[in-house]
């Protein structure tokens, strides 16, 4: 039987050439990866958001690279064919060139990832030139980026103010010309977004930047509804996922406690 292969880089920009969109998911686990190569989403990123909505902490800068390895084993297991790319974890890019190296270098060696995934743009052009220009292939993600919490006052829309936009689009360009071949654009104004993405040969990725995207992620568990916790404006819920869970689960409980589970069938006889 003919091997199906993997999606690549090409493939994607081919994507773009032809006016086609491009879809990523962002998920942390096996099966929810198997579910999305079965239905054909492009891309997985495994996402530093994981340390919100897998192990419920409050923001994205406690998850270490041992972490982001661990998880982008099990994704590449359910989904072989799908272009993976990793977000390198807060701290594991940022000091040097040569730690971003050693640190991106170690997870497309150790998962079978096709990309990282830095947070930054002109502060980090250098880092990106060094990584493309020996085989590591850099997504970047500007507008609200996750890793600068602090800094940016929490989560919000950047790129209204004539100043921020301007920022943007340096940031941008500096990201582009260091060889990044996509940039995931976070809640920025969706005019800006259009610019950006007709401006280049990049491809863009949009979360709360409008349909001019190329294309557009979202959180596994916010699209099927299992994260209730925060439920920003640009999430689309295609699944009540949590009520449904606890539907079952509620289910169950009163089966166990009535004895009404398990049944004869689901039991061996002697
Ligand atoms: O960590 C993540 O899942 C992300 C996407 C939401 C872009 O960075």
Do not use: W
Not at 143 to 149: A, K, L, R, S, V
Not at 206 to 220: E, H, M, R
Not at 226 to 247: C, N, Q, S, T, W
């Amino acid at each position: 039987m003919a091997q199906i292969a993997k999606k690549t880089i090409r493939y994607l920009q081919g994507k773009k050439e032809k006016g086609e969109k491009i879809t990523m998911v962002s998920t942390y686990d096996y099966i929810s990866a198997k579910l999305c190569e079965e239905v054909g989403i492009d891309c997985i990123l495994v996402g530093d958001s994981l340390g919100m909505v897998f192990q419920g902490l409050d923001s994205t800068l406690p998850v270490t690279l041992e972490e982001m390895i661990y998880h982008t084993k099990a994704v590449r297991r359910g989904a072989p064919r799908t272009f993976i790319i990793v977000d390198m974890p807060f701290m594991s890019y940022q000091e040097s060139p040569e730690v971003a190296l050693r640190n991106c270098g170690r997870v497309l060696k150790e998962t079978g990832a096709q990309a990282v995934k830095l947070e930054g743009g002109e502060e980090i052009a250098q880092t990106v030139e060094k990584l493309t220009s020996l085989g590591i292939p850099v997504v970047g993600h500007i507008g609200f980026t996750p890793q600068f919490i602090h800094s940016l006052s929490g989560p919000r829309v950047v790129g209204k103010l004539q100043s921020e936009a301007q920022k943007l689009r340096k940031d941008f360009k500096a990201l582009e010309s260091a060889g990044a071949f996509m940039i995931v654009l976070e809640s920025i104004p969706r005019e800006l977004a259009k610019e950006l993405t007709e401006s280049s040969s990049a491809i863009t990725i949009g979360i709360g930047a409008g349909k001019f995207c190329d294309g557009q992620v979202l959180v596994f568990h916010d699209l099927v509804g299992l994260y209730e916790e925060i439920k920003p404006r640009f999430v689309r819920r295609y699944l009540e996922g949590a009520k449904l869970f606890r539907e079952a689960l509620h289910k169950f409980k009163i089966e166990v406690e009535e004895g009404l589970f398990p049944s004869e069938e689901e039991s061996y006889g002697a």
